[in-house]
């Protein structure tokens, strides 16, 4: 009777061990799952942070760039120059992204021989992703500005055209999954000559850049 109770308890006990050894083995396999979907999961985010839902800099681009206002008059003996000319530009923004581009008052001002002779904002607005804007801008010529370098300025007006230059900030921000945030500054450098007798743009080089 006694041995029978013995093999009775090592039954028991093999049992149980047996059972622990299962639970185990499952235990490691469940374990082993999740780690493996953790993987996984890191590389899809991985993958995803690297391409989809990487912040792209919005571009911009000078799409038109119109002269409107009177030729420029210059009297002698006394020198004097009388010029009124508005620049009328459009400017495409390209959102590159798969998310929505907020982009707050952005500026541009009109440069002539390295010196300001002009200035004008934008309102703030919202880009959709993967989509573009165009954002209107007029600048209006500063006469006293212009007088900073009257030699340079005489001698472009005997010479038919002004040679001048925009610069263009947008400052804004890209937000994905609703706390993924970049903040970034496209910025539209534009280089033109404006002709005096027919007021046309008769070149212009645009560079887009961003500033982070």
């Not at 006990?13 to 490691?28: F, V």
């Not at 907020?102 to 703030?124: C, I, M, N, T, W």
């Not at 038919?160 to 925009?166: F, K, P, S």
């Amino acid at each position: 009777m006694q041995k029978k109770d013995q093999n009775s308890t090592a039954a028991e006990n093999d049992r149980r061990t047996a059972l622990k050894a299962r639970r185990r083995r499952c235990l490691i396999a469940v374990g082993a799952t999740i780690i493996v979907l953790i993987m996984v999961l890191f590389v899809v985010i991985l993958v995803l942070a690297l391409t989809v839902f990487k912040p792209k800099e919005p571009k911009t681009e000078l799409l038109s760039a119109a002269v409107n206002g009177v030729s420029p008059r210059l009297s002698f003996p006394v020198i004097r120059i009388e010029l009124n000319v508005t620049l009328d530009l459009k400017i495409l923004v390209r959102n590159r992204n798969y998310a929505s581009f907020r982009h707050g008052g952005g500026k541009s001002v009109l440069l002539y021989r390295e010196h300001q002779v002009g200035e004008a904002d934008f309102f703030p607005g919202n880009i959709p992703a993967r989509g573009s804007a165009t954002l209107p801008c007029r600048l209006t010529i500063e006469v006293d500005e212009l007088g900073s370098d009257l030699g340079g300025l005489i001698s472009d007006v005997l010479a038919g055209e002004l040679a001048m230059e925009t610069r263009t900030r947008i400052p804004g921000r890209v937000t994905f999954l609703g706390f993924i945030k970049k903040h970034v500054v496209a910025v539209s450098v534009c280089q033109f000559t404006v002709g005096l007798t027919d007021l046309k743009v008769r070149s212009q080089v645009c560079k887009s850049k961003t500033e982070k």
